[in-house]
């Protein structure tokens, strides 16, 4: 079993930055992403990292300010949020699975989510 702990949301201005973390209880998967939800709108796709490799992917819309990484040794997952804007406002899941980043189902485990609220 696997259990993801997110934690490290709150509120920041605009332009400001924000680290969100996710803890790993349980095996290692191979694939972790990080997944947001807007009041009103559908979750969408964030980023993701190769556990192993460190190999990362990002939405086009937070390319350039996140950045995904992970610590094997405390088997933990961050998100550190640059340039923060209004619209990066939502609940952050962390997630994981063994197959593939590209989909949404391929994510197997997932987190109990975090406040991210930026505010202008």
């Known amino acids: 079993q696997v259990q993801l702990v997110e934690s490290g949301g709150g509120l920041v201005q605009a332009g400001g930055s924000l680290t969100i973390s996710c803890a790993v209880f349980?095996?290692?998967?191979?694939?972790y992403g990080w997944f947001r939800q807007a009041p009103g709108k559908e979750r969408e796709f964030v980023a993701a990292?190769?556990?192993?490799?460190?190999?990362?992917f990002y939405a086009d819309s937070v390319k350039g300010r996140f950045t995904i990484s992970r610590d094997n040794s405390k088997n933990t997952v961050y998100l550190l949020m640059n340039s923060l804007k209004p619209e990066d406002t939502a609940v952050y899941y962390c997630?994981?699975?063994?197959?593939?980043?590209?989909?949404?189902?391929?994510?197997?485990?997932w987190g109990q989510g975090t406040q991210v609220t930026v505010s202008s």
């Open positions: 990292i190769y556990w192993s490799y460190g190999d990362t």
């Open positions: 349980g095996r290692t998967l191979r694939w």
């Open positions: 997630a994981a699975g063994n197959t593939t980043y590209y989909y949404e189902s391929s994510f197997d485990y």
